[in-house]
Protein backbone atom coordinates (compact mmCIF):
# COMPACT_ATOMS: atom_id res chain seq x y z
CA UNK A 1 0.00 0.00 0.00
CA UNK A 2 2.83 2.35 0.53
CA UNK A 3 4.31 2.15 -2.88
CA UNK A 4 0.70 2.96 -4.24
CA UNK A 5 0.75 5.85 -2.00
CA UNK A 6 4.16 7.22 -2.87
CA UNK A 7 3.02 7.10 -6.85
CA UNK A 8 -0.68 8.04 -6.01
CA UNK A 9 0.22 11.38 -4.53
CA UNK A 10 2.57 13.31 -7.57
CA UNK A 11 0.22 11.54 -10.12
CA UNK A 12 -2.78 13.53 -7.91
CA UNK A 13 -0.75 16.22 -7.72
CA UNK A 14 -0.48 16.84 -11.16
CA UNK A 15 -3.44 16.38 -12.15
CA UNK A 16 -4.50 19.51 -9.98
CA UNK A 17 -1.71 21.64 -11.52
CA UNK A 18 -3.11 20.69 -14.99
CA UNK A 19 -6.71 21.59 -13.62
CA UNK A 20 -5.59 24.62 -12.24
CA UNK A 21 -3.41 25.94 -15.05
CA UNK A 22 -4.84 24.32 -18.13
CA UNK A 23 -8.09 26.61 -19.79
CA UNK A 24 -10.92 27.48 -17.97
CA UNK A 25 -13.94 25.36 -18.23
CA UNK A 26 -15.75 26.11 -21.58
CA UNK A 27 -12.61 28.48 -22.49
CA UNK A 28 -11.38 27.13 -26.63
CA UNK A 29 -8.05 27.13 -27.34
CA UNK A 30 -8.83 27.32 -31.58
CA UNK A 31 -8.74 30.80 -31.87
CA UNK A 32 -4.84 30.95 -31.21
CA UNK A 33 -3.54 30.88 -34.07
CA UNK A 34 0.83 30.65 -35.06
CA UNK A 35 2.87 33.39 -35.11
CA UNK A 36 3.60 34.71 -38.82
CA UNK A 37 6.69 34.76 -39.86
CA UNK A 38 7.16 37.62 -42.64
CA UNK A 39 10.42 37.44 -44.88
CA UNK A 40 11.41 40.15 -47.80
CA UNK A 41 13.75 38.95 -50.33
CA UNK A 42 15.04 41.97 -52.71
CA UNK A 43 16.23 40.84 -56.27
CA UNK A 44 18.09 42.91 -59.30
CA UNK A 45 15.44 42.45 -62.34
CA UNK A 46 15.09 43.12 -66.16
CA UNK A 47 11.79 42.95 -68.26
CA UNK A 48 11.46 42.02 -71.94
CA UNK A 49 7.72 42.33 -73.31
CA UNK A 50 6.11 42.38 -76.99
CA UNK A 51 5.09 46.21 -77.05
CA UNK A 52 1.13 46.27 -77.72
CA UNK A 53 1.73 49.72 -78.94
CA UNK A 54 4.44 49.46 -81.60
CA UNK A 55 6.10 46.91 -83.25
CA UNK A 56 9.19 45.35 -81.33
CA UNK A 57 9.73 45.17 -77.99
CA UNK A 58 10.39 47.35 -74.78
CA UNK A 59 13.35 46.21 -72.63
CA UNK A 60 13.85 47.80 -68.92
CA UNK A 61 15.91 47.10 -65.72
CA UNK A 62 15.22 47.76 -62.52
CA UNK A 63 14.30 45.79 -58.82
CA UNK A 64 11.77 44.17 -57.31
CA UNK A 65 10.91 42.24 -53.72
CA UNK A 66 9.10 39.34 -52.76
CA UNK A 67 7.66 39.02 -49.54
CA UNK A 68 6.36 36.14 -48.27
CA UNK A 69 4.26 35.44 -44.88
CA UNK A 70 3.90 32.19 -43.38
CA UNK A 71 1.50 31.17 -40.72
CA UNK A 72 0.42 27.29 -40.30
CA UNK A 73 -0.40 25.80 -43.68
CA UNK A 74 -1.22 29.36 -45.03
CA UNK A 75 1.05 31.73 -47.12
CA UNK A 76 0.60 35.20 -48.50
CA UNK A 77 3.02 36.66 -51.26
CA UNK A 78 3.25 39.87 -52.68
CA UNK A 79 5.68 41.04 -55.09
CA UNK A 80 6.47 44.41 -56.60
CA UNK A 81 8.81 45.63 -59.57
CA UNK A 82 10.15 48.96 -60.48
CA UNK A 83 12.20 49.17 -63.61
CA UNK A 84 12.75 51.72 -66.39
CA UNK A 85 14.30 51.61 -70.26
CA UNK A 86 13.06 52.04 -73.83
CA UNK A 87 11.60 55.09 -72.83
CA UNK A 88 8.77 53.50 -70.23
CA UNK A 89 8.85 53.39 -66.58
CA UNK A 90 7.27 50.69 -65.29
CA UNK A 91 5.72 49.19 -61.80
CA UNK A 92 4.25 45.49 -61.12
CA UNK A 93 2.40 44.67 -57.93
CA UNK A 94 0.80 41.28 -57.08
CA UNK A 95 -0.14 39.73 -54.46
CA UNK A 96 -2.19 35.69 -53.51
CA UNK A 97 -3.04 33.51 -50.59
CA UNK A 98 -2.48 29.91 -50.97
CA UNK A 99 -4.00 27.13 -48.36
CA UNK A 100 -0.33 25.09 -47.94
CA UNK A 101 2.94 25.34 -48.34
CA UNK A 102 4.51 24.73 -51.76
CA UNK A 103 8.35 25.01 -53.37
CA UNK A 104 6.85 27.01 -56.06
CA UNK A 105 3.62 29.63 -56.12
CA UNK A 106 1.85 31.54 -59.29
CA UNK A 107 1.02 34.85 -58.57
CA UNK A 108 -1.27 36.85 -60.97
CA UNK A 109 0.01 40.33 -61.27
CA UNK A 110 -0.34 43.60 -63.53
CA UNK A 111 1.63 46.03 -64.61
CA UNK A 112 1.79 49.80 -65.53
CA UNK A 113 3.97 51.05 -68.36
CA UNK A 114 4.21 54.71 -68.84
CA UNK A 115 6.31 56.35 -71.72
CA UNK A 116 7.70 59.43 -72.33
CA UNK A 117 4.96 59.71 -75.48
CA UNK A 118 1.57 58.94 -73.85
CA UNK A 119 0.40 57.05 -77.24
CA UNK A 120 2.76 54.60 -76.03
CA UNK A 121 1.48 53.85 -72.74
CA UNK A 122 0.54 50.18 -72.09
CA UNK A 123 -0.65 47.72 -69.36
CA UNK A 124 0.00 44.22 -68.67
CA UNK A 125 -1.16 41.28 -67.18
CA UNK A 126 1.21 38.24 -66.65
CA UNK A 127 1.70 35.50 -63.36
CA UNK A 128 4.70 35.26 -61.72
CA UNK A 129 6.12 31.71 -60.78
CA UNK A 130 7.69 32.34 -57.61
CA UNK A 131 10.19 29.43 -56.10
CA UNK A 132 10.92 29.61 -52.37
CA UNK A 133 13.54 27.74 -50.38
CA UNK A 134 13.05 25.37 -47.07
CA UNK A 135 12.19 28.51 -45.01
CA UNK A 136 9.36 29.87 -47.63
CA UNK A 137 11.88 32.79 -48.67
CA UNK A 138 11.78 33.69 -52.02
CA UNK A 139 14.63 32.73 -53.98
CA UNK A 140 13.33 33.81 -57.72
CA UNK A 141 10.50 34.81 -60.03
CA UNK A 142 9.90 33.96 -63.51
CA UNK A 143 6.94 35.61 -65.77
CA UNK A 144 4.76 33.55 -67.84
CA UNK A 145 1.25 34.14 -69.65
CA UNK A 146 2.50 37.95 -70.48
CA UNK A 147 -0.40 40.02 -71.99
CA UNK A 148 -0.28 43.30 -72.85
CA UNK A 149 -2.74 45.80 -74.09
CA UNK A 150 -2.31 49.53 -75.70
CA UNK A 151 -3.37 52.53 -73.55
CA UNK A 152 -4.06 52.79 -70.03
Not at 22 to 34: D, H, L, N
Not at 135 to 144: G, R
Request: glycine share 8%; net charge neutral.
Amino acid sequence: MKTFARFAMPFAAAIGLTLAFGPAAGASTAGFRPRPVTQTVNFSTSFSIANPCKTGSADTTGHGAVTTTTAGPYTTISLVDHESGDGYQLDTVGAAKFDAIASTYSVPVKSLWINRDPRLDFHASFDFTVTVNSENAATSFLASNVTGTCGI
